[in-house]
């Protein structure tokens, strides 16, 4: 059975049984009763790429990068305070996103040579298109190709998004300061990056800021200013042509935008709109194509049975020098930046908006992993996750619905292999600082070589900007905790089974 086909039995499958289930309640992998509506939505997840906690002005009233669009998305659906991804930076959050499965538990240096995911790993996108979904990935991919760094670019690319469970996809094959740059749509190279460009710099900030990107082959047709407004674009096409080829089935688009990661390359029409530079003028455009789909969501009629998630994948490159000088915390009162595992590294914008199931212009406080989706999903298409998938998703359909519970959702949240959260206190083993916070400027004071500790304990309900390091006056909390994440990692997951 050929791709094609093999995808095509796999829809008529799925539809099949959507067509003889019809429950009404169903339990998730938290024990939580959801209501799980009869009609499957369409379903959009929108990650940014490095946008810190206090760029929206929803999160930040004091933000200098407007973001009318996503103010406007939280308006109209829920506001979550206290979501994290499983990484501080790329390329763990993305696999964690997709796979369900806490970063830790693969080797991450794969994808600089092959696929991260495996060929037989269920992923946000295989459950859905297992249920008859046309999905679609447009974005910054990251995690990885067979033979990436031997590649034949006039050859199929597998073992990407066309392989692990997307019908379509249109990206690029990491970040736009990485080399070599092209586009790739579904398994196809679209134009061989045949020239070399030269490094750019940007003046006045540190050589990973501004209009930054690496020496490297790229194709002739590239250019990096474009990227943002060419993906928008496909996002708009994608959601445009399902509405009138297939609009009687549901469709579920990954949009993994490449900003405001640099280089900060914000357009004409742009420039100047924030009080931020370069950077905050490029949230301030990235915010815009939010505010693109929703409206054409709307102009198609399909806004209501639309589930739309925004998040962010780690924390911004913003140093306190950026902060001094525009006077724009991007991780509002969180300390650290990307590649921490303090909480500006990893707490993260995270809305979603549904109507007439998601109430407006809410709030809430509950724990949340990106590692969620997955659980998440699989419940709401009334399914079951098999066992050797999912390892770390919980189902947060209650908390998005606003349902009552009577405990966490999550039993504990895991950052990376560094980092653990369990209600109030957040462990971290060894440093918090991660490898770009340091790397031009002082950022943090390291305090566990001045008092000769082995890591940091914070009451995140009474010290949310990690500034007292409890880890010697609470010996019982750290051993309590240290013994939960001995156990996920010897047990090999930390939710429960379905």
């Not at 999905?135 to 990407?160: A, R, V």
């Not at 579904?186 to 540190?206: K, M």
């Not at 007439?356 to 419940?379: H, R, Y």
């Amino acid at each position: 059975m050929n791709k094609t086909n093999r995808r095509d039995f796999l829809k008529q499958l799925g539809a099949g049984i959507v067509s003889i289930m019809t429950p009404t309640l169903i339990f998730s992998n938290s024990c939580t009763k959801s209501k799980v509506p009869s009609d499957k939505p369409n379903i959009i997840f929108i990650m940014a790429d490095d946008m810190g906690y206090g760029d929206p002005g929803c999160y930040n009233p004091q933000s200098k990068t407007p973001t009318p669009n996503i103010d406007r998305l939280a308006a109209q659906g829920i506001r979550f305070t206290n979501a994290h991804s499983p990484g501080a930076v790329c390329v763990p959050t993305r696999y964690g996103l997709l796979t369900g499965r806490y970063p830790f538990r693969t080797d991450l240096r794969k994808h600089k040579t092959t696929s991260l995911i495996e060929p037989d790993r269920m992923t946000i996108g295989s459950i859905l298109q297992k249920h008859g979904y046309k999905t679609g990935c447009i974005g910054k991919w990251h995690l990885g190709f067979e033979n990436i760094d031997k590649i034949d670019y006039s050859k199929p690319m597998q073992g990407g998004p066309f392989d692990r469970g997307f019908d379509y996809f249109f990206g690029m094959h990491a970040s736009l300061d990485i080399p070599p740059y092209y586009y790739i749509e579904n398994d196809r190279c679209v134009e061989a990056p045949t020239e070399t460009i030269e490094a750019s710099y940007s003046e006045g900030v540190t050589p990973i800021q501004g209009a930054f990107w690496r020496k490297g082959k790229i194709a002739p047709g590239f250019k990096h200013d474009e990227v943002l407004p060419k993906f928008t674009e496909k996002v708009l096409s994608f959601i445009k042509n399902h509405h009138e080829d297939e609009a009687e089935s549901p469709f579920f688009l990954y949009f993994a935008l490449a900003a405001p990661h640099t280089p900060w390359l914000p357009t004409g029409e742009f420039k100047g709109k924030s009080k931020s530079g370069d950077y905050g003028d490029f949230v301030t455009q990235a915010d815009n194509s939010v505010g693109q789909i929703m409206e054409t969501l709307q102009q198609l009629g399909i806004a209501d049975n639309t589930l739309l998630f925004f998040t962010s994948d780690n924390g911004p490159v913003w140093y306190e020098q950026d902060v001094k000088r525009y006077d724009h915390k991007s991780t509002h009162f969180l300390r650290g930046m990307k590649a921490d595992v303090w909480e500006g590294g990893h707490r993260m914008p995270f809305i979603a908006k549904w109507p007439g199931k998601i109430k407006q212009n809410t709030t809430s406080q509950e724990i949340i992993s990106f590692t969620d989706m997955l659980a998440t999903f699989s419940v709401l298409m009334g399914d079951k996750l098999p066992e050797n998938s999912g390892e770390d998703s919980y189902n947060i359909l209650p908390a998005l619905l606003g349902e009552d519970y009577d405990k966490p959702i999550r039993e504990a949240t895991v950052i990376e292999n560094r980092a653990i959260i369990q209600g109030d206190w957040k462990l971290i083993f060894g440093s918090g600082k991660g490898g770009i916070s340091g790397r031009y400027f002082k950022q943090q004071i390291d305090d566990l070589k001045l008092k000769g500790l082995k890591g940091e304990l914070y009451n995140l309900k009474n010290d949310p900007s990690e500034k007292t390091n409890l880890y010697a006056e609470r010996p019982e909390i750290v051993d309590r905790m240290t013994k939960i994440m001995d156990r996920y990692r010897r047990e090999g997951r930390s939710a429960p089974k379905f």
